[in-house]
């Protein structure tokens, strides 16, 4: 028997705090499985977030960052600064990139800084029990929105990628999700495609990640990934939207 | 050179190698000269899109090893609380410059003492400190700067340079040659990367409460540790004073040209300057009041400070206070109208206890 | 954190095999969803968390494919094949 698959060696032995069927664990998984495949544990430095990705310290055997709500980029410009060699990465959440950390984020994009924000949308502020977040979709009910989200009173869901390609700074941006194998898949790409895009001095690049929260969708974990195909992706399409040439 | 200038400089010279700010006035000066100068001398300056950017890239920074700094003035520090408490959590170095405007609000662009609380009470949450030191001419700026990139590496903790408008902006002599760039720690905590070492990580979450206190205690053994080694303070005709003036920064030049009068008129009055406002020089005020009955603070300010002088006296004495808030810059015949009024009035009434 | 026991799926004649971390899984059922060869199930055993566990038939064709090892947000599926 040979193995064909087995759990990445830069996962430190801790379980994961996520809910079942939650996309963080996915993409926790997959951020290991690249650094691992890229030969990236000496140089990688993780900045990890207020929300449910907060523990990543537990989980990465890289060097963390705990950030401020939202601060990640801003604190992921800073590391680079002073150590451009190292492949610097944040991770945030809808609330932490769209809400709060929205300056920081357009900011350091614009700056045209030499790292990664992996970003995951997945619509709803999971760690807090689910209160509306930027990405929320229009009618979709959450704990502050409890007859739907409605565009007078609440605004209309940001598109991130979208917002981001209009800057010059930005140099690859691109939209994913990690609800069904084959988006898995395509999701490890891209974030193979920033790293090393990152290694190659290229500039900012930006993975959006379409994720499954059942929980506070309140819905089965099969359902939470048929709805981001059937409903979520009308409103976030997947694709590439920048890649400047390297 | 001008206060501001002077601060770059001796931020340069310290071994300052990242700067971060934001533009807000009595301050540009500084960010301007970092601009110029950083890259310079192989540094990095970046204008930030907020203040708020400018204390997480120093946070940063400060993570990955390197001495970073930030300035600003009231409206900014605010937002920088949050940083600085996160700062302090993760025992990492930092310098943060304060010249003070007035406030509240958006208040006023002259100089001002008050931002006292907020630098010394520590302005974000939880139970933290941050060093504040309070220089009282340019040539002390620069004598401070490097004192306050070496202490915030000694202790791993934010150091807050307390100036103000007028320093900021006057043009005094300034002398480099005695500042020493303080040497570099080593530094095995930082992120630099897991290569040949086991991954490390820096965060301040805590679930466990027991934990979180024993956090908590680690840190309150630091500061007493400073608060036994870092008080920094200057007296000036103490010895035979019948009424001390407690003053610092801007407010100590001031009451220095009061004082000058006063003694020519024979009015014992002598001066303390904390030159630590904190660690606050408690003891050295505590002694003051065995032979002085009569304690004078004056403060840019409606009254901050002066709390803590009441604090160190615990009710000997007698306190008096002027303060005038807003960015109002009184002078010296001013002080000495008013210190001469409480000095008649501390001698006329006999029958107090004294000391 | 130690290691725990896994308990292992039965070594199977066909070509691929999966392992399922009884402790790490917490019954999402993703893998069970995405396989396309219907080998794995939700089983009527607890584990300490107190979630139903995985469980892998091997009898049933496993080709290896991966589709579980993907969708498992817990890392809990090592999959082989001879």
Redo the contacts between chains.
Sequence with gaps: MKTVYARPKLLKEADFHYCPGCGHGIITRLLMEVIEEMDL?????C??PAGCG??L?NY?????????HG?GA??????????PQ??VFSYQGDGDLAAIGT??G??AAN?GENITVIFVNNGVYGMTGGQMAPTTLLDQVTTTTPTGRDAGLAGHPVRICEVFAQLDGTSYLERVAVNKPAAVVKAKKAIKKAFQRQVDGAGFSLVEILSPCPVNWKMGTLEACTWIDEVMVKQFPLGVFKEAPC | MSGNAALGEAAVLSGC??Y?GYPITPQNEITEYMARRMPGVGG?F?Q???E???I???????????R?MTSSSGPGMSLKQ??IS?LVA?ELPAVIVNMVRGGPGMGSIAGAQSDYFQATRGGGHGDYRTIVLAPASVQELTEIVPLAFDLADKYRNPVIILGDGILGQMMEPVDFDGLVRPSDYDKPWA??????R????????IFDVKLQEEKNWKLQRKFRLIEQNEVRFETHLVDDAEMVVVAYGIGARIAKGAIKRLREEGKKVGMIRPITLWPFPMQAIRELANTVNDFFVFEMSAGQMVEDVRLALEGRGHVHFYGRPGGVVPMPVELYRIISRHYFQAHADDDRPRA | MGSRPKRRARDASVNGSIQIDRERCKGCALCIDFCPEDCISLSDELNLKGYFVAAFDDSKGCTACRNCALMCPDVAIEVSKS
């Design positions: 544990q000496g140089e990688a430095i900045v990890a907060m523990l310290y990465f055997e890289i060097d963390v960052l705990e950030s401020a601060r801003a604190v992921a410009t800073g590391i680079k600064r002073v150590r190292n492949l300056a920081e357009f900011h700056r | 190698t990242h971060f990095v970046i930030s899109e907020s708020i950017a400018a997480n890239m120093v946070l940063g920074a400060a993570a990955a090893g390197a970073s949050e940083g996160y993760d992120l630099t990367g897991a290569k040949d086991p991954a490390q990580s820096i965060y301040s979450l």
